[in-house]
């Protein structure tokens, strides 16, 4: 007889955290959600209220399509996973929720709330570093293994990881939303350690983009040398903003470098081949 496959969290629980088991001859059963307390262990801290609040339209329609696993906890139940449909159900004003019992322990809780937020396409990326955090120092985990764990490459949990190398009023920034993670690698590339806050603040102020930022860390490690003909500074937010038109258009990266009426504009390519769509791009363009 071959095992029933389950996907609760991408892999299924005991496939990520062996020793956790579901009882496969019990299917989901309804419970009062007054006896639901939510995951003592859960790392996730901030919950837009726009996404609970859809979620829960959608669970007046459609119900909850998925169960929310617990464990028992003397008299009442304690949430493993499924905290945002908690709220949503709350929300749409349901009473009972279908639910399935597992046993987990005090570690096994902690790990699966950070597994299952990881996993979460809306997660921040500080969030998600923080989470990998713990799951190294508190599981003793690799990179590897948290990356097979959540489906990820261990270049991609390495790039989670070292966000947390830069100063926390800049993780602050991150946690806000107002950069990205590209933005935050980015960052870190600054050989002045020094400058990255200052950085920080005036990227997200100006809202540029990420490869402007790389554009910036460049030239900050590499500072234009005095009597340089162009200066390295573009001038104005004009010229910025035609020069990332001409990156979306040509697909590549696209600097432009002047001063007063006069400049040059450098088209980067790394093959003969992209040299030829570039040319192409150029050619209808003025053909048009």
Excluded: C
Aim: proline share 4%; net charge positive.
């Amino acid at each position: 007889m071959t095992k029933r496959k389950r996907k609760a969290l991408g892999k299924g629980m005991d496939e990520i955290f062996p020793g956790i088991r579901e009882n496969d001859n019990r299917a989901p059963v309804e419970l009062d959600i007054e006896l639901i307390d939510p995951n003592p262990f859960q790392p996730r801290k901030e919950w837009k209220d726009d996404e609970t609040a859809s979620l829960a339209r959608s669970i007046v329609v459609q119900g909850i399509l998925q169960p929310l696993i617990i464990r028992k906890a003397g008299k009442r139940y304690q949430l493993i996973a499924g905290e945002r449909r908690l709220r949503a159900a709350g929300k749409a004003g349901l009473k009972k929720v279908p639910v399935v019992v597992r046993e987990a322990d005090d570690q096994q809780m902690l790990a699966l709330a950070l597994v299952e937020n990881i996993q979460r396409q809306d997660l921040g990326p500080v969030e998600k570093a923080e989470a990998f955090k713990r799951l190294s120092s508190e599981f003793g985990l690799t990179q590897e293994e948290m990356g097979e764990r959540v489906g990820m490459s261990r270049s991609s949990v390495a790039n989670f990881q070292r966000l947390l190398e830069l100063p926390e009023q800049v993780l602050d920034i991150l946690r806000a939303g107002r950069l990205s993670m590209g933005h935050g690698r980015a960052l870190l590339g600054l050989d002045n350690k020094a400058l990255i806050h200052r950085t920080a603040v005036n990227a997200s102020k100006r809202s540029i983009s990420v490869r402007l930022l790389e554009e910036k860390v460049r030239r900050l490690n590499s500072p234009a040398k005095k009597g340089s003909k162009y200066p390295s500074v573009m001038e104005s937010a004009e010229t910025r903003k035609l020069q990332e038109t001409m990156q979306r258009i040509l697909k590549t990266k696209v600097r432009i470098r002047g001063k007063g009426k006069t400049g040059k504009i450098e088209i980067s390519y790394h093959s003969l081949e992209e040299l030829d769509r570039i040319l192409i791009l150029i050619k209808s363009g003025a053909d048009s």
